[in-house]
């Protein structure tokens, strides 16, 4: 491994243009105590709605919309975000923040309520992308919903893979980096899906379900 490597990754997370309504929703999140996906975390969002051409995406972790932004820009203009989160407060910001950026109502569908609540209810197999921003117990109690409102060919993506660069050290041994350690060998591990562990942001992890 180089010893510019540490280099390297700041210059990623640094690299991405983020828009003037995203800088604010950012800004938000930051003042009411949340952390936001990095701009490169957001930069890969985006390019994966892109390539997957996405309608429908569910995001669980609205916050004050940092994701769902980078998300909607990457989608097609009749594609839809369905985001959860458990604070109503976040999402009024969300929602100024989706307003601000000039995406109409209908491409947003604002659900509060606990993800373990909201998400059994959630049409199976419709979804071309599951974005889980959230711990990584929560995401993992949340995967089988997540794996099954996914279609075949949709990505599943965690944004806390490498929760805080404990999970790459074996002598980090609690129960938050433990869960986020288990996950990813989880995923990687199952049959019909296709795991790449990407060390942007708080590393993101995208699973493809083939079938
Ligand atoms: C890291 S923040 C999300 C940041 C947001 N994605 C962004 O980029 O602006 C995580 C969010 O998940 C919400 N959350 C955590 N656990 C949850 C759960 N089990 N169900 C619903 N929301 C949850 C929190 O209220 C918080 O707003």
């Given amino acids: ?22 800088s604010q929703a950012r800004l938000r999140g930051i003042e009411l105590g949340i952390s936001p996906v990095s701009p490169a975390t957001g930069a890969a969002l985006r390019a994966l709605a892109a390539a997957a051409g996405a309608k429908s995406v ?18 097609g203009a009749d594609g839809v975000l369905t985001t959860i989160d458990v604070e109503a407060e976040f999402q009024r910001e969300a929602r100024r923040a989706f307003d601000a950026a000039g995406y109409s109502g209908h491409r947003t569908r604002i659900i509060q309520g606990r993800a373990s609540d909201v998400m059994p209810r959630m049409a199976a197999g419709s979804y071309d992308m599951v974005v889980l921003d959230v711990d990584p117990q929560d995401a993992a109690d ?11 060919g949709g990505s599943l993506i965690i944004t806390h893979a490498l929760w805080r660069d404990h999970v790459a050290d074996p002598a980090r041994r609690d129960a938050v980096t433990v869960a986020a350690r288990e996950l990813g060998k989880t995923l990687r591990d199952a049959d019909g899906l296709l795991t790449s562990l990407l060390p942007v942001g708080d590393g993101l992890l995208v699973a493809v379900r083939r079938s």
Wanted: net charge negative; charged share 20%.
């Fill in 142 to 152: 949340l995967l089988p919903d997540a794996l099954r409102m996914l279609r075949a």
């Fill in 58 to 75: 569910a995001e669980i972790g609205t916050g004050t919309g940092v994701s769902g932004l980078w998300l909607m820009a990457g989608m």
């Fill in 1 to 22: 491994m180089s010893a510019d490597k540490t280099l390297t990754w700041s210059y990623t997370e640094e690299f991405p243009f983020e828009d003037e309504a995203t």
